[in-house]
């Protein structure tokens, strides 16, 4: 599974959840209001509005975590650097503060939640739910793995390429306070702060029915965020060690990038569809060839290994393309923007105010004018492959 963290997986939780444990009459009173809304089933609301408020019961403050006698060393060393990459997101970063994050919950398993993604057998395009709040998006979301898979099984029985991903964070988009969980406490220092600015962008700015937008903008603040935070505490390994990540994440994008044209110019190739189908079997099974021909290149970790422990298809694909396709025009932005996080924000609230169509044209436009991230220090790092 690849980690994740998506913004509204539990799109119904600010419309209810006010206070921390709402009554299960007004639950299943809103629940019902929603199922003349959208075409999710009453099942699905119930496990997402049973699964959260059985994660807030787990919730306790932050602060008494970390001076709690039973709580051990690394426990504690992680949660006084992600309340310090709070204060940093809320006074450096200009990202909202509701409270999210001050909380902790320890669910007891590796993933808060886990996602299904679809997509037809011939197309890169993965399929949308819609829900109120969050609109649209290319995913469903279950607090039960067992959920999930079967679920994932109905799609992949109706002919879909499907993919479950197992998801460390999820933000409720500014409703509620989401807490800090146990799943986040696996990643890397900078990762876990990274992770949390990117779940308070998502509660800065949010368009409804736009995934790829929303997780483009979040994606972009993140690193940025992540780039700050590092020079900020003048950490120069995490710093050095971070930008060899990054420029080899980029690297395994553009080398999917590529396969993923090559399989979308198959689809919209004039030929039969049992051809069709042969060329994607090539194309899927040159992914692997590929990574090991780049993982060659290499000196040393960090690599990308668990990215390719399942399978590629057109979900996976899809969920590549929603994450990353857009971080360069987010880049593009913040250059024209002189570096200022207000001004950046202001200008990418008007692009999400934007219809649709207008506001791809200005992203596809924000895309072309793209250029790196610039470091912004002098600080020279370990030349590596």
């Not at 994660?55 to 306790?60: G, H, I, N």
């Not at 709690?68 to 909202?96: I, N, R, Y």
């Not at 398993?109 to 739910?129: D, F």
């Not at 919209?268 to 042969?278: G, I, L, M, Q, Y």
């Amino acid at each position: 599974m690849i980690n994740m963290r998506w913004p509204g997986f539990f799109p119904i939780v600010g419309m209810f959840m006010k206070f921390p444990y709402p009554t299960i009459r007004l639950c299943l009173a809103v629940i019902v209001a929603m199922l003349l809304l959208t075409s999710c089933g009453f099942g699905y609301y119930w496990q997402a509005a049973t699964g959260h408020m059985s994660m807030m019961r787990l919730t306790e403050p932050v602060e008494d975590v970390i001076v709690a006698a039973q709580t051990s060393p690394q426990l504690h060393d992680k949660l006084v650097g992600a309340t310090q990459a709070v204060t940093f997101a809320h006074e450096q970063l200009l990202l909202p503060d509701n409270g999210s994050y001050t909380l902790f919950a320890d669910l007891g398993r590796p993933y808060v939640v886990w996602n299904v993604i679809a997509a037809p057998p011939l197309s890169l395009e993965p399929r949308t739910w819609c829900f109120p709040v969050a609109g649209c998006v290319s995913y469903r979301g279950y607090f039960a793995q067992e959920s999930a898979d079967k679920f994932a099984a109905e799609l992949r029985a109706a002919g879909d390429d499907v993919f479950v991903g197992g998801v460390l964070a999820y933000s409720t988009l500014g409703r509620f306070a989401d807490p800090i969980l146990n799943t986040m406490m696996s990643m890397s220092d900078y990762r876990l702060a990274g992770t949390i600015f990117h779940e308070l962008a998502h509660q800065q700015l949010y368009v409804p029915d736009d995934t790829q937008f929303n997780e483009g903008f979040a994606s972009f603040v993140e690193a940025e965020g992540i780039r700050r935070w590092l020079l900020h505490r003048d950490d120069v390994q995490s710093l050095c060690r971070y930008r060899l990540e990054h420029l080899r994440q980029r690297q395994v994008l553009e080398m999917l990038g590529e396969i993923r044209m090559t399989i979308g110019g198959v689809y919209a190739s004039e030929n039969s569809v049992a051809a069709k189908h042969e060329a994607k079997t090539a194309s899927l099974a040159s992914v692997d060839v590929a990574y090991e021909r780049l993982r060659a290149t290499w000196d040393g970790p960090p690599d990308f290994d668990h990215w390719f422990t399942a399978p590629f298809n057109n979900a996976r694909f899809a969920v590549l393309a929603t994450y990353d396709d857009d971080v360069p025009a987010f880049a593009a932005l913040l250059a024209q923007s002189g570096g200022d996080l207000d001004e950046f924000y202001r200008r990418a609230a008007e692009l999400a105010d934007e219809p649709a169509s207008e506001r791809r044209v200005r992203l596809n436009a924000l895309l072309e004018a793209a250029t790196q991230v610039s470091s912004g220090t002098s600080i020279t790092c370990p030349q590596s492959g």
